[in-house]
């Protein structure tokens, strides 16, 4: 385990709030930084109105009077341990920054300035990370009244250096975001994102609304993510409510989970191959995916999963029939994954086409924090269901799959490779069901206690953070989706190609708009 980085806790395990450390300003700096060179990664970072609370209303979701304190928690993990850290420091209108020493904070600390007025002094990027309405200004930023069509983009100068802007509104069907690109000729020297138009106030939604209505809105964080935003919510206030689920419950979470990943994954690889206009691939999968959003929707009547997961199991059964049933299909699903697979990997144009476009480096993604499909097409192994094991995937391991060139035909590959693997988890899985139990009912949920939540999503690490008062009730909701962590590695990756790569390199990462913005 990486010493010194708090109070010591496992994904999932709700530990008293009281016994959190709290540091002083400098040590925590120096704690979290220390432990993130030694191994140590950032999962969460956020800030707690401690003193001096105000509800302002805004949209921005700001929850402390900057004239009050605001209590910074950090949630580190060590992969190799399967331990997390959770460490916090008190903050009055401003701290010293860690992401000049820890570049995967950056994004962290932008968010922290917006919801809670507290200044990270000496951030070198210091912007808006969502977009607010005009008249209501985010809280962290000093530089006079806000304007938002004034966002402060970087700009390349020189000759025959020229600028190109892309949405937020785009062609097609597609959730809102701006893209600026500073080009020479067809070359791109550096894309900035500007995102936020989804921002929709979910954290605030969760620690406010009853248990029904607070399932809806977890189902709605990232609308093709449901089973893992779900997963996450429900693991949480089980932890909280000391409530255990039956092995049977867990075990048909586990096969959601996996049809997800499954149909998202046969859907990307549809989308690139028709980014390449390589139709035959294109359609095969697309049908493909239908597969598998068919049977999530024979198991819970959404073909997206929604009403599935609940507190304490699941609001749908899987009986012996119908698993059987599922288990024959799934069989001949893997067989026509196998054929079209070959179709698209075994074609030299389409290999021509993959090949050294987007490349994110291994350095960059333990540099950046980038996690899921996106880090292991770099050849570095995350995977919440492997290194922070949880529900069934304490009993049932899938081996995490890797590539090394970290370009578009890696993360290609690393969704083939998450593919085959999740369809032999299914096949065992329904094979071996084990019998059903009667779900517990959730209890009330233990006063001043504090959980983190993890879930490998199909785009990897999803996480919530929660913490209850002195009632029990949820004092304070964090969510975070893969998403927030891998935009950067989009624009990382659009540096040195060419422009006509962009809708490529996009689909390679498909990222959520609104799990990013909330």
């Known amino acids: 385990m990486i010493p010194g980085i708090g109070l010591l806790t496992h994904n999932r395990w709700a530990v008293p709030w009281d016994e959190v450390p709290i540091a002083a300003a400098a040590d925590f700096r120096a704690t979290v930084i220390a432990a993130v060179r030694a191994g140590a990664r950032l999962v969460l970072f956020f800030g707690v109105p401690e003193t001096g609370g105000l509800d302002t209303g805004r949209p921005d979701d700001s929850r402390s009077d900057a004239r009050g304190q605001t209590r910074i928690v950090a949630v580190l993990a060590d992969d190799a341990s399967g331990r997390l850290g959770v460490l916090s420091m008190l903050a009055g209108e401003s701290y010293p920054a860690l992401t000049p020493d820890c570049p995967e904070a950056h994004g962290f600390e932008r968010e922290i300035a917006e919801q809670c007025g507290v200044v990270p002094d000496g951030h070198p990027w210091l912007k808006p990370l969502r977009r607010h309405p005009p008249d209501h200004p985010p809280l962290g930023f000093r530089a006079g009244p806000y304007d938002r069509d004034a966002y402060p983009f970087a700009r390349v100068d020189g000759a025959q250096v020229h600028e190109v802007a892309v949405g937020p509104v785009h062609a097609g069907i597609i959730e809102p975001g701006h893209f600026r690109f500073q080009a020479h000729g067809e070359q791109v020297l550096f894309l900035e994102i500007m995102l936020g138009y989804q921002h929709r106030g979910v954290e605030r939604l969760l620690e406010q609304l009853p248990l ?307």
């Open 212 to 518: 029904e209505r607070a399932l809806a809105v977890a189902e709605s964080i990232a609308g093709d993510s449901v089973i893992a935003h779900t997963e996450s919510f429900c693991g949480a206030l089980e932890a909280l409510g000391r409530l255990q689920k039956g092995v049977h419950a867990q075990t048909v979470r586990g096969i959601a989970l996996e049809l997800e990943r499954s149909a998202n994954h046969l859907g990307d690889l549809g989308a690139l191959a028709g980014d390449i206009a390589f139709a035959p691939a294109a359609a095969y999968c697309g049908r493909l995916r239908g597969e598998c959003l068919n049977l999530l929707l024979e198991l819970s009547g959404n073909r997206f999963g929604r009403g599935l997961i609940r507190p304490g199991g699941t609001g749908f059964d899987l009986p012996p029939d119908m698993a059987a049933a599922f288990r024959d299909r799934l069989e001949r699903l893997s067989r026509d994954v196998e054929d079209v697979a070959e179709l698209l990997f075994e074609n030299e144009s389409v290999r021509a086409r993959f090949e050294g476009v987007g490349v994110i480096s291994r350095a960059d993604c333990i540099e950046l924090g980038f996690v899921g499909p996106t880090a292991r097409a770099a050849d570095l192994t995350r995977d919440v269901r492997h290194d922070h094991p949880y529900g069934v995937f304490r009993f049932a391991q899938i081996p995490p799959a890797t590539a090394w060139a970290g370009d578009v035909a890696a993360r290609a590959q690393v969704r083939r490779l998450e593919l085959r693997r999740s369809l032999e988890f299914l096949a065992e899985q329904l094979r071996h069901l084990p019998a059903n139990q009667p779900p517990a009912p959730c209890g009330a949920l233990q006063p001043n206690e504090f959980v983190v939540a993890m879930t490998e999503g199909w785009r990897g690490e999803v996480a919530h953070a929660v913490l209850t008062d002195g009632a029990g009730h949820i004092r304070r909701y964090k969510v975070k989706d893969p998403s927030f962590h891998n935009w950067p590695a989009l624009a990382l990756a659009m540096q040195g190609n060419q422009i006509s790569d962009f809708p490529l390199c996009n689909k390679s990462f498909n990222l959520s708009y609104a799990g990013h913005d909330l």
